[in-house]
């Protein structure tokens, strides 16, 4: 089964809301990443967290990892309609591998 | 920096034909790239990892004989899908990696969306 798991799978809020995602996973990880991916379009990179991290800020975005409970939570703050679009976290496991192993994503609409 | 590309952005085949989708990295020499698998609503699914000069590397589940992947360059990777059959319909996406940086980020191509009648 997939590494990832987001909560919650869909999201609706009004602009200028904080938005707030939550992610699962179920092994050791090297680095959490979270992505962005507006309909029929390919991925964008937010941010990439590691694993001796706990917060990291990325303009609006803020990432929280909580390896103890193998979680990860990305906030997006004052969010804009521009923000509507899914987003995904995906880890890098512990061990060497350089794949990524993506969650379900969280469908986030944001109505102006 | 940092931008692959993926052609055809939209490809329609008849069941039986084969169709190739190319991904390139424009910028940057790509050490590894990834492709993916995306069925509407859910998440990526990888389905091989190749490394440029050698063979790819297939996640269980998927046949290396219907979907062959070609890494001949830093820039360029191919995923070939052949004998499509109308459940090959998806949205496939590529990513490349410059493992020789030392970082982990993966940059994605903006997908092709292949439908076989």
């Known amino acids: 089964s997939q590494q990832g798991e987001e909560d919650p799978q869909a999201l609706s809020i009004q602009e200028g809301e904080n938005a707030t995602m939550n992610c699962s996973y179920k092994?050791?990880?090297?680095?959490l990443q979270w992505y962005r991916q507006n309909s029929g379009r390919g991925l964008v990179h937010l941010i990439l967290i590691r694993s001796n991290e706990r917060e990291k800020h990325s303009g609006r975005l803020r990432v929280t990892l909580d390896t103890s409970k193998k979680s990860s939570s990305l906030l997006i703050t004052a969010s804009r309609a521009a923000d509507t679009a899914s987003y995904f976290c995906?880890?890098?496991?512990?061990?060497?591998?350089?794949?990524?192993?993506f969650g379900k994503g969280t469908k986030l609409t944001v109505n102006p | 920096g940092a931008v692959v590309s993926q052609h055809p952005s939209r490809v329609i085949c008849k069941s039986g034909t084969s169709v190739k989708i190319e991904c390139r990295s424009l910028?940057?020499?790509?050490?590894?790239m990834f492709w993916y698998r995306q069925f509407p609503k859910q998440s990526l699914m990888l389905m091989a990892t190749s490394n440029e000069g050698s063979k790819a590397t297939y996640e269980q589940g998927v046949e290396k004989d219907k979907f062959l992947i070609n890494h001949a360059s830093l820039t360029l990777s191919t995923l070939t899908v052949t004998s499509a059959h109308p459940e090959d319909s998806s949205f496939y996406i590529c990513s490349a990696r410059n493992k020789r940086g030392g970082s982990y980020e993966q940059y994605f191509g903006p997908g092709t969306r292949l439908t076989v009648t």
């Open positions: 910028d940057f020499q790509a050490t590894t």
């Open positions: 995906a880890t890098v496991l512990q061990g060497g591998s350089e794949k990524l192993v």
């Open positions: 092994t050791s990880i090297n680095n």
